[in-house]
């Protein structure tokens, strides 16, 4: 097949990576949508996401067309996702049936996507992932019986402990800011829904300008741009504020437990950090895990002090930096037989490593162990697709973010972590035994 | 095709490498029979030859070496096909090609590994450090705590244990909480020589490396005496009675586990089977008991193939539990019925085209898929398997479900009361 490269890059802008060899392709349609063809050679799974910059924590808006904010239940851009599956003509399953692709969807705090993985049919299944988002179909029949499923995956998620030691920690640590609520909302808020909040949130958020397309694996551009032409369609632009309440900068509540049926204690040990302006930038992402990696790895003294006392596993003793707009927390969490005593132990070692700073030796290997985990994710089509669209909801650029990692100094790693996980922002959660 | 380098009657390299991947990965499978006498011990030696070598005598060490080779890892876990248990030790990291050091991955990985396994570190007593012993021991037992931790877990393992009941795969892939306790340190160097002379190998590599350079350096280790077990597999048909287990527990939402049994002798008939029964968001148990009539929220199938068994599970209220089993059964008898549409028989095929022509992305489904044909006469490629698939009938379909046969079920009754 011979690819008319020069066509391409009339209408396409190439986006390359000297470093990892690959390289994508992006453009913006006419109508507002963003859409970007990440090619994989040799690979035979095609993997396409459709989504939108809406999540869980989008409960507050107001649109450029109107002249107050509204305030809308709980739930509802999970609720979406569920119900835009189903058209007048049926299940969309069974549309993704007939090609053969696996289709899924996920909501998020911050973005609702729709997916499918493909590696036959590629062009019809992706003219179906196009057409069922944009025809959203709601019926105070279909909502209600909505309700009685959503309310089963709600329950299914008090039984589990990780989930509630998680939002149990966020609660604790948010006086004010929604990413503390379920993503699925509650029996109570998604009981108020109705087919007129559902079309009201559609009609903001699934506007082609706040969406992005990605199509990773096995796709040409102009069969896309093709497909694209035919089912895109215009919506008159809008713009859409998100309002968040003013959050303070103290923690709700330091210590946080819960009874539950587990047979060894779950932990989940949060630093809050103050959010100015909307998103923290690749570099100081970047700056961040190399210090977790370098406090928290398996490589790191604090690993091992935490595993020789027996407070950790290997396998579930994990860390990571959590954020978006308007929030943003380092995190630990694991299994532990005395989760108080390992929050001890890592605030010993936050203090200690302030004091010192990371070593020049520890600071190189952690970033090339950074730097081996981005090569390792563009082996996989989900996760380069997953990438792509989180990066681009949150105004960053997947390469940028892997060479920011070549030019971070250690300096700017010390200066950063004298900025993060203070003492007193610190929230400990933790899921017991039943008695 | 890929390419089987057979070092002796019992131990096969499997090429499958491919240079369109950025990473590698060498894979050991120890395939030996699963024993109470010697499961538990087999799990905590997995973890402790991994743990330290003589090279890296020192924990901290060896995880450093590999956070310089990029991120890389040396890992083990076990799981069990049919009766046998697998004691797996694998690496990954990135190919040479990225490393900007020019190092040779592969070399530096394979010997870590090979160290590891074949000349395992052992402290002055001759055994293995106690320090291994005792944490690799304390996470077993944690990993079978935090089992009990995930609900959804939990019931499948418990349901499985009731269908193989008279059966070796009745046996935790761990052994028991108490053998795990009852380990006797002493014994283990005896264990773990016989894990090295008694196993059936199978060493996969894939990804982008050397291969030529892995096989010849992997074949040099295997200059001593073996005398391998003869690996069995037993299917024992449904019981003639119904096998029905219960119990309660503090939890929002009860989970339903039913486990058959088949005398179906046609594998690709029972895949398809089982995709039209609960392998799919179309299929009849997510179509039907999931969205039709909302009895539960996840209700899905698959087949143990090996141990020619099908385990069912769901997540249902306390008072759907029974109307939850009904309608499942129903699905089954439908397809026994041959109540199965052209729609719904097309949409399985090209499900399992899907993810068949999808295997050769991704290192580790690679990998598993051959795992999976150890036992079998004859190895297929997907592509091979895929036109197995085609071939299966309708009438082969119907007759695999009428050979299914409902064995045991298992319920775990929620009994935490909503406002």
Same mark, same amino acid.
């Given at each position: 097949?011979?690819?008319? !490269? ?47 910059? =809406? ?58 996507? =729709? ?57 604790? !640590? ?69 309002? =968040? ?73 994990? =860390? ?10 380092? !995190? ?104 | ?20 991947? +950025? ?48 991120? $890389? ?23 040479? +090609? ?13 010997? %870590?590994?090979?160290? $590891? ?26 990993? %079978? ?104 527990? &503090? ?16 594998? @690709?008939?029972? +895949? ?51 109307? $939850? ?13 041959? @109540? ?46 895929? &036109? &197995?698939?085609? $071939? ?6 119907? @007759?695999?479900?009428?050979?299914? &046969? ?14």
């Amino acid at each position: 097949m011979v690819i008319d !490269m020069e066509n391409i890059n009339k209408l396409w802008k190439k986006v390359e990576s000297e470093r990892t060899g690959d390289h994508y392709f992006t453009l913006t349609h006419p109508t507002g949508l963003e859409i970007f063809v990440y090619p994989k050679k040799n690979f035979s799974t095609t993997f396409a996401i459709f989504g939108t910059r =809406y999540g869980s924590i989008d409960n507050c808006f107001k649109r450029s067309d109107e002249l107050e904010a509204s305030v809308v239940p709980e739930g509802i851009a999970h609720f979406l996702e569920h119900k835009l599956f189903e058209s007048e003509e049926g299940d969309t399953f069974l549309k993704f049936a007939a090609t053969g692709a696996s289709a899924n969807a996920f909501t998020s705090f911050e973005s609702t996507c =729709y997916l499918f993985s493909a590696t036959q049919n590629i062009y019809p299944s992706l003219e179906i992932l196009l057409d069922f988002v944009q025809s959203p179909y709601f019926t105070e029949e279909t909502v209600k019986k909505e309700q009685g499923i959503i309310g089963q995956e709600i329950k299914m998620y008090e039984d589990d402990p990780g989930w509630c030691s998680m939002f149990n920690m966020l609660k604790g !640590m948010y006086h004010k800011h929604p990413i503390k609520n379920d993503i699925a909302g509650t029996v109570e808020s998604i009981s108020k829904i109705t087919p007129e909040y559902l079309y009201r949130c559609y009609n903001t958020f699934y506007n082609l300008s706040n969406m992005a397309l990605v199509v990773v694996g096995n796709a040409e551009c102009d069969k896309v741009l093709d497909i694209c032409d035919k089912l895109l369609k215009r919506t008159e632009p809008m713009q859409v504020e998100r309002i =968040y309440e003013a959050e303070p900068e103290t923690v709700v509540e330091p210590y946080i437990e819960q009874k539950m049926s587990v047979a060894l204690p779950l932990f989940q040990l949060g630093f809050k950090e103050s959010v100015k302006g909307k998103h923290i930038d690749e570099k100081t992402i970047a700056e961040t895990e190399i210090i977790l990696d370098a406090m928290a790895s398996d490589a790191s003294p604090l690993f091992k002090r935490l595993y020789d006392m027996q407070l950790i596993n290997e396998s579930s003793f994990s =860390y990571e930096f959590f954020e978006g707009e308007g929030h943003a927390a380092v !995190m630990f969490g694991g299994e532990s037989r005395d989760p108080q005593k390992v929050a001890e132990e890592i605030n010993k070692e936050i203090k200690k490593l302030k004091e010192i700073g990371i070593d020049k030796e520890t600071f190189e290997i952690s970033k090339r162990s950074i730097y081996g985990s981005n090569i390792s994710g563009l082996n996989s089509s989900s996760a380069i697709a997953n990438a792509m669209i989180s990066m681009k909801f949150n105004g960053r650029e997947l390469y940028k973010y892997i060479d920011s990692l070549a030019v971070i100094t250690l300096e700017d790693v010390n200066r950063r972590l004298r900025e993060i996980m203070m003492e007193d922002k610190a929230v400990l959660s933790v899921i017991l035994p039943e008695d | 095709m890929p390419n089987f380098c057979d070092i002796s009657d019992s131990v096969r390299i499997i090429n499958l490498t491919d240079s369109k991947f +950025k990473t590698f990965r060498i894979a050991f499978k120890m395939l030996l029979p699963l024993d109470k006498e010697t499961a538990s011990e087999h799990a905590v030696l997995t973890s402790i030859v991994c743990r330290l070598t003589n090279e890296y005598p020192e924990y901290t060490a060896l995880s450093r070496k590999l956070a310089s080779l990029y991120g $890389a890892s040396i890992y083990s876990d076990i799981t069990k096909m049919g009766d046998n248990q697998v004691l797996n030790v694998a690496l990954s990291g990135i190919s040479g +090609k990225y490393a900007f050091g020019g190092e040779k991955m592969e070399q530096e990985l394979l010997s %870590i590994l090979l160290s $590891a396994v074949f000349t395992p570190l052992k402290d002055e007593r001759g055994l293995f450090p106690e320090e291994s012993f005792v944490q690799e021991k304390r996470q077993i037992i944690e990993a %079978i705590e935090a089992d009990f931790n995930d609900k959804r877990i939990y019931a499948i393992d418990k349901c499985l244990k009731e269908l193989y009941r008279n059966e070796k795969a009745g046996l935790s892939k761990y052994g028991t909480l108490e053998s795990v306790k009852n380990i006797d340190e002493t014994k283990l160097p005896k264990f773990w020589n016989n894990v090295l002379k008694k196993a059936q190998f199978v060493i996969f590599v894939s990804g982008d490396c050397d291969y030529k350079y892995i096989e010849n350096t992997v074949r040099e280790k295997f200059n001593f005496e073996r005398a391998p077990y003869k690996l069995t597999n037993e299917a024992k048909k449904a019981g003639q009675e119904l096998h029905v287990v219960s119990e309660e527990m &503090k939890l929002a939402q009860s989970k339903l586990v039913l486990g058959f049994k088949t005398e179906c002798e046609d594998i @690709n008939a029972m +895949k398809l089977m089982s995709v039209i029964f609960g392998g799919s968001p179309t299929s009849k148990l997510f179509m039907n008991v999931r969205e039709k009539l909302s009895l539960c929220y996840y209700c899905s199938c698959r087949p143990a193939l090996l141990k020619k068994a099908l385990l069912v599970e769901s997540g249902v209220e306390t008072d759907k539990l029974e109307a $939850a089993k009904e309608a499942i059964l129903k699905e089954l008898e439908d397809i026994r019925q041959g @109540n199965i549409t052209e729609e719904e028989f097309t949409a399985a095929k090209l499900a399992l085209y899907n993810s068949l022509n999808g295997i050769e992305d991704s290192l580790y489904s690679l990998e598993i898929f051959y795992q999976n044909q150890i036992f079998d006469s004859e190895v297929l490629t997907p592509m091979e398997q895929l &036109k &197995k698939i085609e $071939a299966v009938s309708l009438s082969d379909v119907i @007759n695999a479900a009428k050979l299914t &046969k409902l064995d045991t079920v298992y319920t775990l009754v929620g009994t935490t009361v909503n406002n």
